[in-house]
């Protein structure tokens, strides 16, 4: 039976699926013009087929038989030339081939008006934009650029939005496709920018000892010739999956290899674990690629300096228009100091940016509790200082209102415990009351209320829920720590050894274990003190000043001495097990039995350490403010 319609091409789409190019090129001899014919019911060509095989020698010998318009046709579900579907498989070597054809194919966009550079970049695919981006003619980039600008952002793809911005100045305020320009797009990218986020102290040594050279986006671009990369990164890794399989033993066609060749391949492999196990280790102490966001905090902020020169000469109707107010309210919002600082410095008039609600960048800095933000407040002269100060918004809400609002989830929810988020509200709260003036402490807002009455009707729920977090862990730590108390009070008259009958005294007092023994459990006795902290957690006034140090500061004690008297029990009951087992016999049993007591204290250490540490910092730290007095323009 004769098939008609599509199924007549099922053949020659499994040879281009499977790479049977005799199979393929009988199918040409007989039909001609099947190269530039649709053979699937989405409108496909056979080289659109093969694109999506990925099979480079199959593309480039239907390449040579097409003319350059064949190359163009486009397919019927998303109007996709052969070259987009190269570009979204990552096959760049395709592309190289069909753009030696065909330079014109990198300016032919899809339904939605896309150019393929733009394409491969919203797919995060960064070698594929860079080669892609170096042969797009700038002419053809037009109202995609600000598309493109914006999405090499979003993706991380800086070195190739900082060359585009570098040509093209004015693609910083000009609209994308979802009607945002790059500045506004750039202002809600925190992580690009150090000042968001915490490092600890060894990896601020590690990122200020990296050094980092800034690249253009050409300088990034590694075409591969010949072979298909994909391929020869597949062969060699089958190198190592040929020699060592997976239940380690070495494969038996390792025996025919040379000596030389399978001590190269040895030491190739234990340089390969070698690596792993420093990755894995630099991972958790999170300097991984540390290099690599150094890079990137470099790339935003001349990303932030480029737009600057741009702005600066727009008129007050312009950066309205443009979206630049809005974006600075965006990066405080955020807690951006880079991208405010920048912009303020190189146009001060933009101070004065404001919200919908009429909120500056302080206003909307204590409202979002955003510290590093509303610090730059100390490096203005006293005159803008209080007239940023003095500044209400639409519902005439000044700075000590917003700091008696209730903070956002999402910055209270990277605090640990109730207390804590308590802690921080009143510790905002004070900070900012320290700087108003008098008449703005009882001045009152549109709903008549003032500061000191918001603050507590907003955060009368947040008390509730830090006295019983407070509770709850005084109440587990006493049952803990009376526990501990009994047993140490009874262990310290059942010495281990007995007493001599003749003398009453200890017979192992002479023992330096012994004496451990003796002034461990002593210490472990302290215990009692962190009951009576716990008490009085239990038994305390919750009232909101409360959460700033007196309660947090029962709570650093009652933990800590509950953490020493913990280790102190173990170590002894650990000499003790010594004194017992100390025969030749029974020595090699001690030490698994003194790493099973450790376990306790590990545990604690892992649990409720961190949360000790946390709380001393927050409450007798230097403070999350900076005040220091140094002009910022």
């Known amino acids: 039976m004769e098939k008609t319609g599509y199924d007549k091409y099922e053949s020659l789409i499994k040879a281009l699926e499977h790479g049977n190019w005799y199979a393929i090129e009988t199918f040409i001899r007989a039909y001609p013009d099947i190269l530039r014919e649709k053979i699937s019911s989405t409108g496909q060509t056979a080289l659109h087929i093969a694109t999506q095989s990925g099979n ?10 097409m003319d350059k318009e064949d190359v163009e046709l486009k397919e019927e579900l998303a109007e996709f ?15 190289q081939c069909m753009i030696k054809k065909n330079p014109r194919l990198v300016c032919i966009v899809n339904e939605n008006g896309i150019l393929p550079v733009l394409l491969v970049a919203m797919r995060g695919k960064k070698e594929m934009t860079q080669y892609l981006y170096t042969v797009t003619p700038p002419e053809e980039k037009g109202r995609n650029g600000a598309s493109l600008v914006s999405t090499c952002i979003v993706k991380q793809m800086l070195d190739v939005a900082l ?12 609209f994308d496709m979802d009607n945002f320009t790059p500045i506004y797009v750039l202002a809600q990218m925190p992580k690009l920018f150090l000042s968001v986020g915490r490092l600890w102290f060894w990896q601020r040594w590690i990122y200020s000892c990296t050094h980092v050279r800034l690249h253009r986006a050409h300088d990034q671009i590694h075409i591969c010739k010949g072979e298909n990369s994909s391929q020869q990164y597949r062969q060699s890794d089958n190198i190592i999956v040929n020699v060592f399989i997976s239940t380690g033993h070495i494969s038996e066609d390792l025996v025919a290899c040379d000596k030389l060749q399978y001590l190269e391949k040895m030491e190739n492999y234990t340089l390969n674990q070698l690596r792993g196990m420093v990755s894995h280790l630099l991972d958790f102490l999170g300097i991984k690629n540390m290099d690599a966001k150094k890079l990137r905090n470099r790339q935003a902020i001349k990303l932030v300096q480029c737009i600057c020169s741009t702005i600066k000469h727009l008129k007050v109707e312009q950066l309205d228009e443009f979206l630049v107010y809005q974006a600075i309210i965006q990066a405080g919002k955020h807690g951006i100091v880079e991208f405010i600082t920048e912009i303020i410095y190189s146009n ?23 510290e590093k933000i509303f610090s730059l407040l100390h490096r203005l002269d006293n005159l803008r200082r209080m007239q940023m100060i003095s500044h209400v918004d639409k519902f005439e809400n000044n700075m000590l209102h917003l700091a008696g609002m209730l903070a956002p989830a999402r910055q209270l929810d990277g605090i640990s415990g109730a207390a804590l988020q308590m802690q921080r509200e009143l510790q905002w709260f004070q900070e900012v009351e320290c700087i108003v003036p008098q008449t703005l402490k009882i001045a009152t807002n549109k709903d008549g209320k003032k500061p000191y009455d ?14 019983t977090w407070m509770k709850g862990i005084a109440n587990s730590s006493t049952f803990v720590s009376a526990l501990i108390v009994t047993i140490m009070f009874a262990a310290a008259f059942t010495i281990p050894g007995g007493t001599d009958d003749d003398t009453g005294m200890p017979t192992y007092s002479n023992d330096p274990k012994f004496m451990i023994f003796i002034m461990l459990d002593a210490r472990s006795l302290c215990s009692a003190t962190s009951v009576l902290m716990f008490l009085g957690i239990t038994t305390s006034q919750y009232a909101e000043s ?8 029962k709570l650093i004690i009652g933990l800590s001495t ?14 003790a097990l010594s004194i017992w087992l100390d025969k030749q016999s029974t020595r090699l049993g001690i030490l698994p039995l003194i790493l099973l007591a450790s376990i306790p204290v590990t545990l604690f ?5 961190p949360l000790l540490v946390e709380i001393f910092i927050s409450t007798y730290g230097p403070g999350i403010f900076d005040r220091r007095i140094e002009l910022w323009y």
Not at 348 to 366: C, G, V
Not at 605 to 609: D, H, I, K, N, T
Request: aromatic share 8%; with cysteine.
């Open 56 to 65: 480079i020698k199959i593309v480039e010998k239907l390449v040579e038989k």
């Open 81 to 95: 030339t052969p070259l987009a579907l190269a570009c979204l498989g990552g096959f760049i070597e395709i592309a």
């Open 163 to 174: 060359d585009i911005l570098e040509k093209h100045p004015s693609l910083a305020v000009s």
């Open 348 to 370: 001060p008039e933009l101070l004065d940016s404001e919200d919908f609600s009429k909120r500056n960048i302080f206003l909307t800095a204590i409202a979002h509790r955003q």
């Open 454 to 467: 918001l603050f507590t009707e907003q955060h009368a729920s947040l008390m509730k829920e830090g006295e």
């Open 546 to 553: 409360k959460f700033l140090t007196r309660l947090l500061t």
């Open 562 to 575: 509950l953490f020493f008297s913990i280790a102190a029990m173990m170590i002894s009951f650990s000499a």
């Open 605 to 609: 250490a892992v649990m409720l350490f």
